[in-house]
């Protein structure tokens, strides 16, 4: 299958920001307007999960080796876990809300900072948990792949009744990750306010590999595993046949292919789609699958066809994996911008490749700001000049 060419070198991503990370309004493009009315919901998307404190070196030659001390030529701190998810679905415009605990030390002070005041996410569903340290994860990147120690404890529940997570905004989308064996009563709660619910799911660590065991699959509008995950729950081996199979179970089943793409299934309709992933030379695999469903997601509320939205999600993670760190690489509009206007420039370029994007052309605004900019500095923050 054809695919666009890869840009000619992989760039520092551009921001929509300006140099104390405050998002440029002037860049922003809101992807539902003309949808959004009066009485609909104030929340495009709702969101629970752990913040973590991430840590990312890049540019190792290789893997730590054991008694030895490394130098990474790169380093980035950022706001990881959900946080990941949550940042690229802002910074394609979607109107974001978070319920997550954050450490009342500096970390999770910095990670709060970041997210409402540098993202404009939406944290009222959140809580500053006393005496609780923050969720920290390293993460060293090299060959294309990455590396991670963690390090954490349980929050501990809130201390008396309230909204944190059971009782979740009306929205218009949920996004949960579903856990084999349990039930999480906020998300049948979402469903029922109208909220479509997107969910993906991790590795069972019980090897059982149960669908049926995914019991909030019944709420979920899409689900968007691996292929791997895909072929074991299905008890398929081919990913595209998982896909089909798990079309039976949910409306939209969605199965991300690593280099070779993303197939997706519309089990209401039996439409299919296909999108060959694009070629980019791969800095931080880091959060790259939630750029994808945030992009998924987008295209979906803004009623996209269903090739343009997985292309579109496809788009968003090879951006992603060319910047290091989770919410650091999340792309926003202008970089898809100027990525468009980029690839259109390339001589040769394969015109069936250029057609699977010109949806982008109605879509975008004009990449006018000087490109690269950065987002972020190494450093979990420099003191703000006297």
Same mark, same amino acid.
């Given at each position: 299958?054809?695919?666009?060419? $890869?840009?000619?070198?992989?760039?520092?991503?551009?921001?929509?920001?300006? +140099?104390?990370?405050?998002?440029?309004?002037?860049?922003?493009?809101d992807p539902l307007d003309g949808l959004r009315?009066?009485?609909? %919901?104030?929340? =495009? !998307?709702?969101?629970?999960?752990?913040?973590f404190l991430d840590i990312i070196f890049t540019g190792l030659d290789s893997a730590?080796? @054991?008694?030895?001390?490394?130098?990474?030529?790169?380093?980035?701190?950022?706001?990881?876990?959900? &946080? +990941?998810?949550?940042?690229?679905?802002? /910074?394609?415009?979607? /109107?974001?809300?978070?319920?997550?605990?954050?450490? =009342? =030390?500096?970390y999770g002070e910095y990670c709060w900072d970041a997210l409402a005041d540098g993202e404009g996410i939406d944290l009222k569903m959140s809580r500053t948990v006393p005496g609780w340290h923050s969720p920290v994860t390293v993460s060293m990147a090299y060959e294309g792949e990455r590396t991670m120690v963690s390090h954490g404890h349980e929050a501990? *529940? %809130?201390?008396?009744?309230? %909204?944190?997570?059971?009782?979740?905004?009306?929205? /218009?989308?949920?996004?949960?990750?579903?856990?084999?064996?349990?039930?999480?009563?906020?998300?049948?709660?979402?469903?029922?306010?109208?909220?479509k619910v997107f969910a993906d799911v991790g590795w069972d660590d019980t090897g059982r590999w149960d669908l049926a065991g995914l019991a909030d699959l019944e709420h979920c509008e899409a689900f968007l595993p691996n292929a791997e995950e895909a072929m074991r729950y299905t008890r398929t081996d081919c990913p595209r046949a998982a896909a089909r199979a798990l079309a039976e $179970?949910?409306?939209?089943?969605?199965?991300?292919?690593?280099?070779?793409?993303? #197939?997706?299934v519309d089990g209401s309709t039996g439409e299919t789609a296909e999108v060959p992933a694009i070629a980019v030379e791969a800095l931080d %695999?880091?959060?790259?699958?939630?750029?994808?469903?945030?992009?998924?997601?987008?295209?979906?509320? &803004?009623?996209?066809?269903?090739? =343009?939205?997985?292309?579109?999600?496809?788009?968003?993670?090879a951006l992603s994996v060319q910047e290091f760190g989770g919410s650091l690489s999340a792309p926003g509009w202008s970089e898809i911008a100027a990525w468009w206007q980029q690839v259109q420039a390339v001589?040769?370029?394969?015109?069936?490749?250029?057609?699977? #994007?010109?949806?982008?052309?109605?879509?975008?605004?004009?990449?006018? @700001?000087?490109?690269?900019? /950065?987002?972020? !500095? *190494?450093?979990?923050?420099?003191?703000?000049?006297?």
């Open positions: 299958m054809s695919t666009v060419r $890869k840009q000619a070198a992989a760039t520092t991503a551009a921001t929509g920001t300006d +140099n104390g990370g405050r998002r440029d309004e002037a860049t922003r493009l009315e009066p009485d609909g %919901p104030c929340c =495009d !998307v709702f969101l629970t999960g752990t913040v730590p080796v @054991r008694g030895t001390e490394s130098w990474a030529r790169g380093m980035g701190s950022s706001p990881g876990g959900v &946080a +990941n998810m949550a940042t690229a679905l802002a /910074r394609l415009g979607l /109107r974001t809300s978070l319920a997550a605990a954050f450490g =009342d =030390d500096h501990p *529940p %809130p201390a008396g009744p309230g %909204p944190f997570p059971d009782c979740p905004p009306r929205a /218009r989308a949920a996004i949960a990750a579903l856990t084999p064996g349990r039930r999480e009563e906020w998300i049948a709660s979402a469903a029922r306010r109208g909220a $179970k949910v409306p939209v089943a969605v199965v991300t292919l690593g280099a070779e793409g993303a #197939y997706a %695999p880091t959060g790259a699958g939630d750029v994808f469903v945030a992009g998924f997601v987008t295209g979906t509320l &803004a009623g996209w066809p269903l090739a =343009d939205r997985l292309a579109f999600a496809g788009l968003t993670a001589d040769g370029q394969d015109p069936q490749a250029l057609r699977r #994007y010109a949806f982008l052309d109605g879509l975008l605004p004009t990449a006018t @700001r000087v490109w690269p900019l /950065r987002r972020a !500095v *190494p450093t979990i923050g420099f003191r703000s000049p006297a």
